[in-house]
């Protein structure tokens, strides 16, 4: 299995900035895709950023050129700076990795508990 632990969420005022933090753990053989999702109550979980297997990036266009996301092949790491946030960045942000924990097994989704980010004054 394959453990996701998130953190680094909190409240900011708007225009200010968090860095959200992610490591994968267990019996990892390989990670493909990382990313950040969020969701907000009653809504569906969308995509923010992610990393896909090539270590190419791609964002949701609400957050492009204010949030980054980065990774650490070494530490099995994905980390998420936001800036310049706004009201509607409040929601619960999940860490996304797509998995193998064995040779020649299938890659599996797993998810993280979700950290709560809130933007307001």
């Known amino acids: 299995q394959v453990q996701l632990v998130e953190s680094g969420g909190g409240l900011v005022q708007p225009g200010g900035s968090l860095r959200l933090s992610c490591a994968a753990s267990?019996?990892?053989?390989?990670?493909?895709?990382m990313g950040w999702y969020r969701q907000v109550s009653g809504k569906e979980r969308e995509m923010v950023a992610r990393?896909?297997?090539?270590?190419?990036?791609s964002y949701a266009e609400s957050v492009k050129g204010r949030f980054t996301i980065s990774r650490d092949d070494a530490k099995n790491t994905v980390d998420l700076q936001m800036n310049s946030l706004k009201p509607e960045d409040t929601a619960v942000y999940y860490c996304?990795?797509?998995?193998?924990?064995?040779?020649?097994?299938?890659?599996?989704?797993?998810w993280g508990q979700g950290t709560q980010v809130t933007v307001s004054s």
């Open positions: 267990g019996s990892i053989f390989s990670i493909g895709a």
């Open positions: 990393s896909s297997s090539t270590r190419s990036t």
């Open positions: 996304n990795a797509v998995a193998s924990i064995k040779a020649y097994s299938n890659y599996r989704s797993y």
